[in-house]
């Protein structure tokens, strides 16, 4: 790991912008409409406006701040969404690292973060064709300052549950020390991974697409085991037929996948592993 950047001493404020852009998906097979309409209806129950508010204002106090403004709003016939402007703490700030460490879990909720905001989206979606239903939730964290929203990628990862999760992290623009000089990043960073608790790493399996000199950073992860009960809404996998447990299996590996690698896989790779 290389080492921390030297305390930067700068002129006026850090303007540097952190943004992490992070999106989970949730993946289950609902063979009917009683049971992709069930579905759904947990979906918006479990990941209501109210609790998305509670996971946000959480976030805020992991990277602490003061929050401005909440808007939110659960959406018909499904979906809801909460954007929370935010607000500097000065002192905390000086307190909090930007050490390429897991940040706390949902038990260790600590305090700092920028004039910014915080925004959250769901998306329910079913596919009466297949069965194939997902729950696509689209959380973005942006900071103007020291802190980096990464401190808070470890807890979003806990309080939702994940089978593919992608993630993007970019700093952009810069800000100047007391000789004038650029300073395009504050802190080193070598992968969002850095930023995992060890139990994320173990469960899931990662793929980075970095590119150093631009300051972006994407890793994508998807579960390591796969059993497809984990996957069925209101049946079990011993009530199927071997014949309907093959398709359902062939179905759901195939929907991870090609979440995962971001496009529609060929047949040839109907098989693949993520």
Do not use: W
């Amino acid at each position: 790991m290389p080492n921390p950047l030297k305390k930067l001493r700068l002129e006026g404020f850090n303007n540097l912008t952190k943004s992490l852009s992070f999106n989970i998906y949730d993946v289950c097979y609902a063979d009917s409409d009683e049971q992709r309409e069930a579905y759904i209806e947990y979906i918006d129950e479990a990941y209501n406006a109210e609790r998305l508010t509670a996971i946000l204002t959480d976030v805020t106090e992991i990277i602490g701040a003061n929050i401005l403004n909440i808007a939110h709003q659960d959406y018909e016939p499904q979906g809801a969404s909460v954007t929370m402007l935010i607000s500097e703490e000065p002192i905390a700030a000086e307190a909090l690292s930007n050490n390429a460490t897991p940040g706390p879990l949902p038990e260790a909720v600590v305090a700092h973060l920028d004039k910014s905001h915080i925004t959250v989206h769901t998306y329910p979606e079913t596919n009466p064709q297949t069965g194939i239903s997902t729950f696509r939730a689209d959380i973005d964290v942006s900071t103007c300052g020291r802190i980096s929203p990464l401190r808070a990628l470890n807890y979003l990862i806990h309080s939702f549950e994940s089978d593919v999760v992608t993630m993007d992290y970019r700093v952009r623009g810069f800000t100047r020390d007391v000789r004038g000089k650029k300073h395009f990043i504050d802190h080193n960073i070598s992968s969002i991974q850095n930023y995992l608790s060890s139990d994320t790493k173990r469960k899931f399996q990662m793929m980075d697409v970095n590119v150093y000199q631009e300051n972006m950073f994407h890793t994508k992860m998807v579960l390591k085991h796969f059993r497809v009960d984990d996957y069925l809404f209101c049946i079990k996998a011993k009530d199927l037929s071997d014949r309907e447990y093959k398709r359902i299996h062939k179905l759901l590996r195939r929907e991870l996948s090609e979440i995962f690698y971001g496009r529609n896989l060929g047949r040839e790779l109907e098989f693949m592993d993520p």
